[in-house]
């Protein structure tokens, strides 16, 4: 069990070439986009796209085989023309998108795809290269000809379809999955077939991406297939939440990533859009460590769960940008089921559930059992809003 609290994380998602900072329907062409980031990535091999800063650098340079409509959730064809896979979804079969290459100018082709995914779903063990978390029970590749692979697993993995439109997906020339994990920390060295291109970096402070002239395939239904308006992207760290709305807001900065709620409202006074992101997968959540005897037994972490006020959070701390949770899962993500009524408040229930489980308030208020009080430890997780505000609330 968790304890859920919003639905969504408030940030501001950048996409290819189309954004700037005021509040223009027109693509502004040329210019280079200043972008404040509030951490600095950590490492850019593709799976580890998960943390914010690092999926912000790779969904600038590299491509997926896949797209998934955020309006419709539909998987939609990118690098990858056209699929199919046999009725228990053990085998995938993709048309690879001719004339496509990375920017060293090396193809991207079935062979390139079959590396990519044997990495991805195997890992490296001598490079350091973990498994992605978005595949499962992967076998093998196959290449059945230069723009077609196949890919086969061990059992049914119905989730690959959508796994191959995350950002932990992104494709990658060979000569960067020949690299350790260590080495991928450097962003120079992540050679994708994006619409940009890492042309500089200040390890730990900045991020300079240049437009490649040549792109030419995004997204098959998109209607821009060609080049980024935008000449390019300046990623610069600045950790300081006061820094980045105050350099946005003085018009030193052009778009800034994490947005807090109480800064809000001044953003949309100056009339800067803000975007509000939400996440199409787990959402912001308490999660326990399953071999904690502490919360081993369910009960206990039901009433952690009941005792968690979380519509007093939302209130407390955010903006209707971040609704209170209803599942696991957001309610953007395929599979959503509204869960409401097993996460609700209720204190009474909480005690009666502890009492049950044998912990019996001290002295002190704190619970304990055999001698053992029931306090546990956690950690803040930087890359989530006032997450350190909402643990102490909690």
Not at 249 to 270: M, N, P, S, T, W
């Amino acid at each position: 069990m968790k304890t859920h609290f919003h639905l969504r994380a408030l940030s501001l998602a950048l996409l290819t070439g189309i954004f700037s900072a005021h509040a223009a329907e027109t693509p502004v062409k040329g210019g280079t986009l200043i972008y404040l980031e509030q951490q600095a990535h950590t490492n850019l091999y593709p799976p580890a796209g998960g943390f914010y800063p690092n999926g912000g650098i790779l969904n600038q340079i590299t491509d997926k085989l896949t797209w998934q409509n955020p309006k419709t959730l539909q998987v939609e064809p990118w690098i990858a023309e056209s699929w199919s896979s046999n009725a228990d979804k053990t085998e995938y079969t993709f048309k690879i998108r001719p004339g496509v290459t990375f920017s060293d100018g090396t193809p991207l082709d079935a062979n390139a795809v079959a590396k990519n995914f044997d990495t991805y779903g195997l890992g490296n063990k001598a490079q350091r290269l973990p498994v992605s978390e978005v595949i499962n029970n992967y076998e093998r590749s196959e290449v059945i000809d230069p723009q077609t692979v196949k890919f086969y697993f061990k059992q049914p993995s119905p989730g690959f379809l959508q796994g191959t439109a995350t950002i932990g997906s992104g494709l990658v020339s060979l000569s960067t999955l020949q690299r350790s994990f260590d080495q991928l920390g450097d962003a120079r060295h992540i050679i994708g077939s994006g619409p940009f291109v890492v042309s500089d970096e200040k390890l730990g402070r900045e991020v300079d991406l240049t437009a490649r002239k040549d792109y030419q395939w995004g997204p098959k239904n998109s209607t821009q297939q060609g080049p980024a308006n935008l000449a390019g992207i300046k990623f610069i760290v600045t950790p300081e939440d006061s820094v980045r709305i105050g350099a946005l807001l003085a018009g030193q900065a052009d778009f800034i990533r994490q947005v807090q709620a109480y800064d809000e409202k001044q953003a949309q006074q100056q009339a800067f859009p803000v975007y509000a992101a939400p996440t199409r997968g787990v959402n912001d959540s308490i999660s326990f460590r399953p071999d904690n005897p502490l919360v081993s037994d369910l009960r206990v972490r039901q009433a952690l769960l009941h005792a968690t006020n979380a519509q007093q959070v939302v209130q407390t701390l955010f903006s209707p940008n971040y609704p209170q949770a209803t599942s696991v899962i957001a309610a953007s993500a395929a599979g959503y089921v509204n869960l409401a009524d097993k996460l609700k408040y209720d204190p009474a229930r909480a005690r009666q559930l502890l009492d049950e489980a044998g912990w019996q308030p001290g002295s002190d208020g704190i619970r304990a059992k055999a001698g053992q009080k029931l306090a546990l430890t956690v950690y803040e997780s930087l890359p989530q809003p006032q997450n350190k505000e909402v643990l102490q609330l909690v």
